[in-house]
């Protein structure tokens, strides 16, 4: 459990002073009208029509919302639509030589407009359809950030076919349970491609996870490197395929509102992966609704999500919500600080970038780095930032908005899950005054709970966990139909789906993230959220990134260690004093770390989480047990040196 749950003490992060978006930014927002929570109120769930008006349906549904007696939730009963449809055809009469890619890659770039893009969605829609794939199939996709990768998802779903990306940079051994789990018998991958200037030898990790799954599976290989791989039996090379069908059409297939669009796995609390399958009229409303709403897509922008396709946001923020749109969404291949740490910088000045989005451990490598590399760029063209994927600290994000946004563009914290598909809670920038530290309100439409372990609301200000009291369009199919999902669904005659995150809401209702509830410390019987620990540490000047975590102690139950990555020369003995001086401020001399533990870097999953397992496992001086997740595995010897002998 977090925080100071059910302890009564409010905690440091409530209240937090508030910044209204400027002028010139709401005068030009898509969503700039203040009663929208009302009117989504008033009328819900017929409000949820807003979100699916902004696609275009083959058959239009009967009923937003069908929740007779509870799950199965039917969004949009009745109606019917094709994802590609929507990504691509409809915007053709109106922008076909509009950009709908710009893609960076390793000493390359490459652009589609959208009439590109469709070429290349149809045949390899034709060339799929050629090797036998049919409705409802599952083609498992195992490609880097290239453009091949948008274009065999949208292939698929102009099938009715359904998608499983697996991050390019999993095992095969991760690989192989996701494709085993699913019984995908077709894999479409490359031969390798460049990360940070050497080649990674994708294929091999392919052909180890072929053989080591029961069924057959065929392949089809993108030539990345041109080096001539030999492709045996069962293989295809990517180019002959596209190349043989190229200038054929497809019709895209009608999918009902509930159908799946694509099943995308996630780590479940049981450590099994957890496969998320996401509808077709649902999840595309919800996410083209955030876009406009939350990220404020115009179709004229260009927009740049940093995050990999392989994980949750790449598939709505990259692909499915910007498309949807009709603008032109950027996709890079490559590491922020390869050639040099103002890589993206550049990439921002050189397309004018409109809107950015990019995840809160990104934004402490840059301010480790230092803001020269950002002050090297014209990035004037940035109206609005964001970010996603954990806590942002206040400090941080004031760094973002001054480094990079300016001084003025509006920054919006966005929460949400692999689970919910797309944004759930966020600051409306058009609308919404921003509490840095806080993410913002539920969206409109969207209602939730602040509750203690017995399931009761906490009085405000108090720490708890989140729950979703309402369905929402872009819940998954497990959610929809009632699937049970650890704790969450029906309670007596209430449903309620628990994320399992820790939080607190202000007066004004804003809610501020605490971390996963298992991210919890308990310090002589009190409770400790690491992100309240953490987020008083990184607010130090000379802290670049911090995690927090609970190593046992003979004592006091548990006790508080800090790793800390320090800005490049900072005095070690001066940053530890001033670090157990601001805890000592924002909490309380209890919660003052029995150890502060300076390192270079932390312990990060490939999507960029901070491995909080790994390093209480350190603290702790235990096995570490699976490290298979981690990025930078070359880190774990010296935090284990580091680490005072218990
Ligand atoms: C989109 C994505 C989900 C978990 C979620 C929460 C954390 C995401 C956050 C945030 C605080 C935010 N999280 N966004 N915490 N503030 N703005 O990241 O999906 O990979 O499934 O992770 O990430 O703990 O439960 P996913």
């Known amino acids: 459990m977090t925080g100071s749950h059910g302890s009564g003490r409010k905690t440091a992060l409530e ?10 930014f709401t005068e030009q927002a898509n969503q700039a009208d203040p009663s929208v929570y009302d009117t989504f109120e008033r009328e819900w769930p017929a409000c949820w029509e807003q979100a699916a008006d902004l696609l275009e349906w083959e058959e239009s549904y009967d009923t937003v919302l069908d929740d007779e007696d509870g799950p199965p939730f039917e969004w949009f009963a009745g109606g019917t639509l094709n994802a590609s449809y929507n990504c691509i055809d409809r915007h053709l009469p109106e922008r076909k030589n509009q950009l709908a890619l710009i893609w960076e890659g390793h000493g390359e770039s490459r652009t589609y407009t959208y009439r590109e893009l469709s070429r290349e969605v149809n045949a390899v829609a034709a060339a799929l ?4 794939v049919e409705e409802d199939d599952v083609v498992t996709i195992y490609l880097p950030m290239v453009p091949e990768l948008p274009v065999v998802m949208l292939a698929c779903v102009r099938l009715g076919v359904v998608h499983n990306v697996v991050f390019a940079g999993f095992s095969s051994g991760a690989l192989a349970e996701r494709m085993e789990r699913t019984g995908s018998e077709l894999l479409v991958t490359c031969d390798g491609y460049y990360r940070r200037g050497s080649a990674v030898a994708q294929k091999n990790k392919a052909d180890n996870a072929r053989i080591a799954v029961e069924q057959d599976v065929s392949v089809v290989v993108l030539d990345r490197l041109g080096r001539d791989v030999h492709l045996g039996k069962d293989y295809y090379d990517y180019a002959t395929l596209r190349d043989a069908h190229d200038g054929e059409t497809v019709d895209p297939v009608p999918r009902d509102a509930g159908d799946t669009l694509f099943r995308i796995y996630t780590s479940g609390t049981t450590g099994e992966p957890k496969a998320v399958d996401h509808t077709t009229g649902g999840y595309l409303s919800h996410v083209a609704w955030t876009s406009e709403s939350v990220l404020d897509i115009k179709p004229t922008d260009t927009y740049w999500c940093s995050a990999d396709i392989g994980w949750i946001t790449g598939h709505s923020y990259i692909v499915y919500g910007p498309l949807a749109l009709g603008t032109t969404t950027v996709l890079y291949n490559g590491t922020p600080d390869h050639p040099e740490k103002d890589r993206l910088w550049d990439i921002v000045e050189r397309y004018a970038v409109d809107v950015f989005y990019t995840a809160p451990t990104a934004i402490r490598a840059f301010m ?13 063209s940035l109206r609005l930032l964001g970010t996603v994927g954990e806590p942002i600290d206040e400090r941080a994000w004031q760094w973002y908005r001054e480094h990079i ?11 949400w899950q692999t ?14 005054a921003m509490k840095p530290g806080a993410a913002g309100k539920p969206l409109p439409g969207i209602q ?9 609301p906490v009085d405000r200000g108090e720490a708890g966990e989140l729950v979703v009291t309402r369905p929402w369009p872009g819940m998954p199919r497990a959610l929809r139909t009632g699937e049970d999902w650890g704790k969450s669904l029906v309670h007596g005659d209430e449903w309620r789906y628990y994320p399992e995150d820790g939080a607190t809401v202000d007066g004004d209702g804003y809610v501020t993230f605490l971390g996963r509830i298992d991210d919890a410390i308990n310090v002589a019987g009190r409770r400790f959220s690491t992100m309240e620990l953490e987020s008083a540490i990184a607010g130090v000047e000379g802290v670049a990134e911090t995690a927090v975590v609970g190593a046992d102690h003979a004592t006091t139950g548990t006790a508080v260690y800090a790793y800390v990555s320090p800005e490049g020369n900072c005095a070690e003995a001066d940053l530890e004093k001033r670090i157990e001086a601001a805890v000592e401020r924002a909490i309380g001399s209890v919660a003052t770390p029995e150890a502060v533990i300076f390192t270079p870097d932390l312990p990060k999953t490939r999507s960029g989480k901070v491995m909080r397992r790994l390093l209480t496992a350190v603290a702790n001086g235990d096995e570490l047990g699976d490290t298979s997740a981690l990025r930078n595995p070359e880190i774990l010897g010296e935090l284990q040196s580091a680490t005072p002998d218990r």
Do not use: C, F, N, Q
């Open 419 to 432: 689970e919910t598909g797309a944004i759930l809670v966020a600051t409306l920038p058009g609308v919404d």
């Open 405 to 415: 946004g300016g001084g003025d563009a509006p920054v919006v914290d966005t929460w």
């Open 129 to 132: 359809r050629e090797r036998g």
């Open 448 to 456: 939730t709970e602040v509750v203690d372990p017995a399931g009761e």
């Open 368 to 380: 480790k780095w230092g803001e020269e590399y950002p002050a090297r760029h014209d990035l004037s």
């Open 15 to 24: 209240d937090r002073p508030a910044i209204d978006p400027p002028a010139w």
